[in-house]
């Protein structure tokens, strides 16, 4: 089950290229989004504001060709 996105959150999508196949949800989000740190992407995954073809998932989990990865960062408190 995808989280729907709250005001003032932020929802980024990709879809995994053949060349990002095989690695880690973490490192391709790390790759993808350089302004986060990776252990904040873990935090955000951990906490079920990422998912994969609209499952939650783990920073373990691997990525393949053609997936959906979105993640959601949710406002500030």
Do not use: C, H, W
């Not at 990776?38 to 998932?57: C, E, T």
């Amino acid at each position: 089950m995808s989280l729907p996105p709250s005001e003032g959150s932020t929802r980024v999508e990709f879809t995994v290229p053949k060349q990002d196949a095989r690695l880690r949800l973490d490192l391709f989000l790390a790759k993808e989004l350089p302004a986060y740190s990776r252990s904040r992407i873990q935090q955000l995954i951990r906490a079920k504001f990422a998912n994969v073809n609209g499952s939650p998932a783990r920073p373990s989990d691997i990525v393949r060709a053609g997936d959906r990865v979105d993640i959601i960062e949710p406002p500030l408190e």
